[in-house]
């Protein structure tokens, strides 16, 4: 049995003078505090066990699927798991919205001579085609460059997820990217690196419409997630009829 939580921090708590711990500003260390957060709600299971996937709706706001019952704590308001049972038929036609980590497999390059192959962020990947920056750049070189970078986020993240669909019992029928970030995994508890040797994560939002041509293998996937770093809020697809 699954199991979909909306759950919303509780800001008149006793605990609200944590929040900025909790749901801090900056991206990449506000992840990692959302990452631990949500473990609070499954307090008797292993992190290596991981069996849920979220994602944040802002204000302290969350959307969590899960294999088992998260259970109540004072740092959120009362909340109600509602089972995840969703009769899905061939043919039919769904909304979606998913914040995903996008990746694939690329062969090691001949100095890479283990002959496994490696996951790289497709975006990122592509994006290392692109000129980089001119030693005096005029006034529109930075928008030129981050249109530039959205069509190609677009582009691929697009081409990913007609991929998923193909392995995973649907077809595009629609997509809009509203959004491609690279965001810094940042931990409190541990120094902080110079900015090029940061662990990054490229995060899409994508939403559209999809149609089911394989019901079980499609809902099977929505409880695994799609892509990568399902731990830090992506993976999660939300669905609706239309």
Known sequence: MAYFTRA???RNAPTRALLPLLDPEEGGTRLDAHHRLIWTLFPSSDEKRRDFLWRADGHGRFYI???????QND????????????AIGTGD???FVLRANATKERPRNKLETDGRHRRVDVVMHALKDIPGRPSNPPPQWRSARAQERF??????????LRTQGTRNGFALEDFILEDYSVVPLLRPDRPRKPREQQPKLGILDMRGVLTVTEPETFTARLLR????ARGFGCGLMLIRRV
């Open 8 to 10: 919303e921090l509780d």
């Open 151 to 160: 069509a190609l986020a677009r582009q691929e993240g697009e081409k990913w």
């Open 225 to 228: 997630g799609f892509g990568r």
């Open 65 to 71: 699927l899960s294999q088992r019952r998260p259970e």
């Open 75 to 86: 740092l959120f308001r009362p909340f109600r798991p509602k089972t995840f049972a969703p």
């Open 93 to 95: 036609r769904l909304a």
